[in-house]
């Protein structure tokens, strides 16, 4: 048996080699680093892919959010609410332009923000809300939606970890996540399901204005080479990053079957367990599961990590800290106890190895040894 990886990155290029290599060497061929050609066959492929007007990529994903921020003006002062459960870029760079993060709590069963606790959050100082697309699937995007326009304020989805995933309303129609707030942004981060070989990101929209602006914002604030409108950032994705990307983007939708048929593998293995619960899968959205994330009663987490790891099966805790006990982000107004949900599912989450590339031997090893922790009641 390989050694089992949290995500194998070698096995799905190994796949793919012969025409990632021949993207790379044209690029390189062509000196285009930045601004080449494959910048822009990738933004229109995106397009066409999420059905959205405008893709605008950037250099990582975390810029992507704080250029939208930019892009809407907001301004140092302003309120931007999003969920206490979360990767740290969202509320960094919140905090990083002056703007006021404001936190909320997450459903217990999707870990996604809660649209109920959003809506209390809101003031007249609040201009936008970032709903996380957590793990894979995600947020009540049409309570959002409802409560965004009754305040008029928007919505910036972070969907660094659902790219592909489809949020299905009640009528049936279908919108992939990321381009139903007034901007989307994403990360092409390599362990990322749709990821590049370094870093990179990009901001959706289908406003024609925002757009413009988010791509000036993102080229030093120039629309015309020299001629500086707006402060701006340096914020590219490189063209060898893009001309991967464009090989990438077309097994995007395997990639993401792959994780499922792992998913329902492990789905079926794992749901019988006392004292373990499988992910939940909401109906209001597909799951391209970049997490598998398994729920424990918290007293022995810990323990089944050790466990696991002890018999080469990795697992990783996302996330172990809620934001608002994180150092950096400790804030009067908050104090351990707010986030109840939160707080709890940072003691309780576990996370399986979950790639486009699991072989057999190694899926039977990891339930074998999950069954196993389980069994000898550790
Ligand atoms: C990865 C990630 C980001 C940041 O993306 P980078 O490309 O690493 O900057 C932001 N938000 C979430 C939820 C993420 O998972």
Redesign the pocket.
Known sequence: MNPIQMVDLKAQYRKIKPEIDKAIQEVIDSTAFIQGPQVKTFQQNLETYLSVKHVIPCA??????QIAMMALGLKPGDEVITASF??V??AEVIALLGLKPVLVDVDPETFTIDPVAVEKAITDKTKAIVP?H?FGQCCKMEQLEAIAKKYGIHLIE?T??AIGADYIYANGNRKKAGTIGTIG?T???PS?NLGCYG???ALFTNDDELAQKIRMIANHGQRVRYYHDEVGVNSRLDTLQAAILTVKLRELDSYAASRQRLADVYDQAFSGIQGLTVPVRAPWSSHVF?QYTLLTDGSKRDQMKEFLESKAVPAMIYYPVPLHMQKAYLDSRYREGDFPVTEDLCRRVISLPMHTEMQDDQLAHIIQTVLEFFNTGK
């Open positions: 990582n994903g975390t810029d992507a959010l979360t990767y870029a969202t996380v957590l972070d660094a970890q942004a990360s092409f981060f990322k870093d990179g990101g970049h």
